[in-house]
């Protein structure tokens, strides 16, 4: 696994040749670029682990966590999820 930030995708965004997805980012939704990952389908609920815009990796609730997890180690504080929810 390499190094970024786990997201949550909401929803594939219309209009971009199935490249871009709204992805749910500790409360915030971002446009995220989901072409790095060839021949995977994504839908709402998948995790994927974003760098620089782009998802590099797709994952299971367990990685998005050993991700934020690692984040933490480096001395990333966790923020608070704006609807409340945990985060992984």
């Not at 786990?6 to 939704?29: C, F, I, S, T």
């Amino acid at each position: 696994m390499c190094l970024g930030i786990p997201g949550r995708v909401v929803r594939m965004l219309e209009g971009y040749g199935g490249q871009l997805a709204l992805v749910d980012v500790e409360g915030r939704e971002r446009k995220v670029n989901v072409g790095m990952l060839e021949d995977t389908v994504l839908a709402s609920g998948d995790w994927v682990v974003i760098h620089m815009g782009f998802a590099v990796e797709r994952v299971d609730a367990d990685g998005a966590a050993r991700a934020m997890a690692g984040l933490e180690m480096m001395g990333r504080p966790r923020e608070p999820r704006a609807d409340g929810g945990a985060s992984p």
